[in-house]
């Protein structure tokens, strides 16, 4: 007998009986007291980013499109689920919050350090630091700048949500396993009641997503389909 298979076995039976009592239901909806977090929704995420990058690094990208337009694909999807989701929450009065990775500085030296040694360094106006169509903020909607992985501890989030009354928080973005998961933790540590909304969240790959996902849905996060979630804000008056 394999063991770890039966270690396998007990963990998922562990953490499914866990989740029963921290997030037996998806959390409640109230315009009052819920809030859109958009992590990461930029064109830094996009096939288009990726191909040019490349281009500019002189590097023959033609091997390479296989595995950029599924990249492309995966992406869109997501996008478009987001998409879906975000004029949703406007609609129903849900306020969405955009946090996108943007230096403060022109040469961006205010950068983190794990992303200035990745070489994630994205100086204002610069390619991928433009919001996706899809989630382009209207004017009035906030918009907050990290120059780190952390949503919390790269911007004042927490102190913006709790002098909002917000403690409720519907996550999307990318990507799953690095940005999203961050927060997710981190907003869970702080007391937030969070929903994560699976497909309208992505990773570079399909493997890295579902893993991630599998460390913190229903433990850290309720997690539920954009179909799920779009359903429940329609029956809100």
């Known amino acids: 007998m394999d063991n770890n298979k039966v270690l396998d076995e007990f963990v998922r039976n562990y953490y499914a009986q866990m989740a029963e009592g921290v997030y037996g239901t998806p959390i409640s909806l109230d315009p009052e007291d819920t809030a859109l977090i958009l992590i990461d929704?930029?064109?830094c995420v996009t096939e288009e980013y990726f191909v040019e990058g490349f281009k500019a690094m002189g590097m023959d990208v033609e091997p390479l499109m296989p595995a950029l337009d599924q990249l492309g694909e995966n992406i869109g999807e997501t996008l478009a689920n987001i998409e879906r989701v975000l004029n949703k929450c406007r609609e129903k009065g849900i306020r969405p919050i955009h946090i996108k990775i943007e230096s403060l500085l022109p040469d961006a030296a205010d950068t983190g350090r794990l992303h200035k040694d990745a070489g994630m360094l994205y100086p204002p106006g610069t390619p991928g630091t433009?919001?996706?169509?899809?989630?382009m903020p209207l004017e009035g909607e906030l918009v907050l700048k990290k120059t780190c992985s952390g949503s919390v501890v790269g911007t004042p989030i927490d102190r913006i949500l709790r002098n909002l009354h917000i403690d409720k928080?519907?996550?999307?973005?990318?990507?799953?396993?690095?940005?999203?998961s961050t927060a997710i933790r981190d907003f869970r540590d702080l007391g937030y009641q969070v929903d994560m909304i699976e497909d309208a969240m992505n990773a570079m790959s399909k493997e890295r997503h579902d893993k991630a996902l599998q460390a913190i849905q229903?433990?850290?996060?309720?997690s539920e389909t954009t179909e799920e979630l779009l359903t429940r804000l329609e029956e809100l008056k």
């Open 41 to 43: 929704v930029q064109t």
């Open 130 to 135: 433009d919001f996706c169509k899809e989630a």
């Open 169 to 180: 928080l519907i996550v999307v973005g990318f990507y799953t396993d690095q940005c999203v």
């Open 218 to 222: 229903n433990i850290y996060a309720g």
